[in-house]
């Protein structure tokens, strides 16, 4: 695993144990109150709509591993996969911007089509 | 957008730029005959299979924007956005082990459910 060190990837870093861990309220205090989470669904603005997307996920997590973190003075890039019961590999990549010591802005990218058809969102045709 | 510069970050970029313009030629030429390409629907092995996986893909866009790449002497990290007549928005990340100046293994995130709903290979339960 790469992993740089700056501030801002340390910022990125503990978010990202924290709420692989399953704690919710350590992330979010690395995140700005007026956070803007670009994520596959469409995007949501401040901590409790950021909450409320990723609680049930990371409470559902039952492994992480950590692949590549990168950053510079205010960009992150991390690269990650995750197990759950409903999928068992879920690899996930997020884009950083921190501001002030804060994670401002967040780009998620992940594949939904398997919790989508574990959910029974969507059928194959 | 960030970039940093090391021949491994040049490598992944000289790919990147190659396949999002359409010429998979040129992409290959930066990439190993045995890569492993890690990707949604599974792993592929060799050139011949990511030109498979890619090329439909490469040959559809309308646009693309690199967001993000950083790197060190061996791994390098890209996330980017791009856009093709079925789905205005698809962002994607990868991962690049680069070995003697080729890469040697590609680990691919992107959200295949848009592309699945537009195909009708699922439909909304």
Redesign the interface.
Known sequence: M?E?QTPAVDTALAYHRAWTAGDLDAALAQVADDVVCHA?PGTLTGTDALRGFMGPFAGSLTSSTL??A???ED?V???YDTANPAVPSA???E?YRVHDGRIAEI?I?????PF??AR??????
Chains 1, 2 share one sequence.
Do not use: E, H, N, W
Request: glycine share 10%.
């Open positions: 790469t740089q596959p692949l590549a990168f950053g510079d960009q890039l991390i690269m690899p996930g990549a884009l780009r990218v992940f594949d939904r089509l989508a058809l029974g969102d969507v059928v194959q045709a």
